[in-house]
């Protein structure tokens, strides 16, 4: 099976926990390799990701049955919005 990428939008500061349901689009299980990244994306229509003055990155990553639960923790003293990016392998 050839990876997929998955994304989601989210916003939040500090622990931000998103459990991304992949709804069939990709085949998901606790066996599966799951790598993340995490981006700041624009405040007007969520699209254009760009780096700002808030740190983003990505604690921890735990596949599921049909889900992957992201820990993303986002370092500033108010919500921003951000886009996670998972790539899938099974």
């Known amino acids: 099976m050839p990876p ?3 994304t989601v939008l989210g916003t939040g ?3 931000v ?3 991304v349901q992949t709804n069939g689009t990709a085949s998901v299980t606790q066996e599966s ?3 993340a990244s995490v981006t700041e994306v624009d405040h007007q229509n969520y699209q ?3 780096v700002g003055a808030a740190r983003m990155y990505i604690c921890n990553v735990a596949p599921g049955a049909g889900f992957v639960d992201v820990w ?3 370092d500033f003293d108010q919500d921003l919005p951000f886009r996670v990016t998972l790539l899938i392998i099974n």
Do not use: L
């Open 4 to 6: 997929v990428v998955v």
């Open 13 to 15: 500061r500090g622990r």
């Open 17 to 19: 926990v998103k459990h």
């Open 33 to 35: 390799a799951v790598f």
């Open 48 to 50: 254009h990701p760009y």
């Open 72 to 74: 993303v923790h986002v």
